[in-house]
């Protein structure tokens, strides 16, 4: 199984060559090659699915129609990247308040059923509890690679902003996870002694 | 300096989020985007072709208009050699001219028109995109051809289809308001 996004997949000039000219096989290989590193990225920065789903093929769409401006200075997977992501936010630049979504995207996970077990959190749930932007800023710099003044360009905001949201959410993932396996942890011992 | 490996994901990923497994999607959204695709290339092809009739109407129409503007009046002797040159002197860079004052004008009736509308439906923010991504399409060959008149007809046209958006929905919201 892949790790990370693994966006970063070669592509044949045949096939760039075909897209370019509208065909519509060469658009489709393209697809299969990049839908999962699209919707994984996606997914990790809108959370929903569904959301994750639209995202996708909005991004390719755009893509696929914008083709003649991808001058091939850089990689194919980059500029398709840079699609995505550019999507995926301005998806979270529409959703609710964040606040709101926060709280019930922690209830859910206080009456899931690996909380009612007293299973650890994993590293991708405890990722799913951090607000819309800690998220985004979190995996676009540690998985994806993406720079602070790149980020920053991306939220429109300042360097300084992706470097607090940084630190913000690294530490709120450590508290979770270790929160979490305390929490296992005293629950096992209790159930042992029961 | 080398930096060793270890070191280096340690920074860039100190919590090991690379180590999460990908997501594979549920849905296999090909055929949606390959229809939206087929839809979006036949408009092009539409587009293409009604531009290029828009852009000979509106020669033709300028052709006309100059031709007629430069025949003799009655007090003058009607002259076949007087009227022939009139209409040979409209040449290909008066018809550039004519279209691109047709498009400066059309972008400020769509700038105008896009303040006064109010927020409009998904769908119809959909098209006035596509539109849009159309007409950058266009003044980026434009920037190639500056003088290509079926350029400049189709950029006439793309403006007068957004035009058209917009009035419809400042309509919509008219109506709206007076039945307050």
Known sequence: MMTGSGFDIDLDEVTLAGARRGDLRACEKIFRKFNTPAYTVAVRICKCHELAQDVTQEAFISTFKRMHQFRGDAPFWGWLRRIIVNHAISALRKLPRHDAVELDDHMAYVNSEEHQMGLAMDLGQALDQLGHEDRAVVWLHDVEGYKHREIAQLFDKTESFSKTRLNRARARLRTLIADSEKESFYETSVNATA | ?180
């Open chain 2, 1 to 180: 300096m080398n930096i060793p490996d270890q070191w280096y994901h340690a920074t860039e990923d100190p919590l090991g989020l690379r180590q999460l497994e990908q997501i594979e999607p549920q849905y296999d959204g090909w055929k949606d985007i390959q229809s939206t695709l087929q839809n979006h290339q036949e408009s092009q092809r539409r587009r293409r072709y009604t531009g290029g009739w828009l852009a000979l109407a509106a020669s033709l129409m300028l052709a006309i208009g100059l031709t007629v503007s430069q025949q003799p009046t009655s007090t003058q002797l009607p002259n076949a050699a007087t009227s022939v040159p009139g209409l040979a002197s409209v040449s290909g860079e008066d018809h550039v001219s004519a279209l691109i004052g047709l498009s400066q004008n059309m972008e400020e009736q769509v700038k105008n028109l896009r303040q006064e509308s109010g927020s409009m439906p998904a769908e119809s923010a959909v098209y006035v995109a596509e539109l849009e991504d159309l007409i950058a399409q266009v003044d980026s060959e434009l920037s190639l051809q500056p003088d290509s008149i079926n350029l400049w007809g189709q950029r006439v046209n793309l403006l007068l289809d957004l035009a058209q958006i917009y009035q419809q929905q400042w309509e919509i919201d008219y109506g709206r308001m007076a039945s307050l």
